[in-house]
């Protein structure tokens, strides 16, 4: 069993290294259909179809939305298959 001291030693571990704190940004267009984009949100990530809604409704509204906060090979992953399905991203790094 990990103790909230071990998550927590370990996530500051992984942002010294390069394995956290990293975000993958969404962007709206007007090319996609609001569904395309939550079935690709929900694919790339495993988010939930409330969580995709969520994000999908955010880059919407407000031009860009973060779509998870992640290690930066996992962030670099996420925002390539995003691309690939037609998708606005980028990667940035999260300041603290």
Sequence with gaps: MTTKHEKTTKTNLDNEIGGGGF???LY??????????VVALMKTFGHSQVIAFKVAQEAHNKGRAVAEVEDERSAMKHCLALRLCGLGSDVEKVEL
């Design 23 to 25: 975000q993958v940004v």
């Design 28 to 37: 709206n267009d007007n090319h996609n259909t609001f569904a395309f984009v």
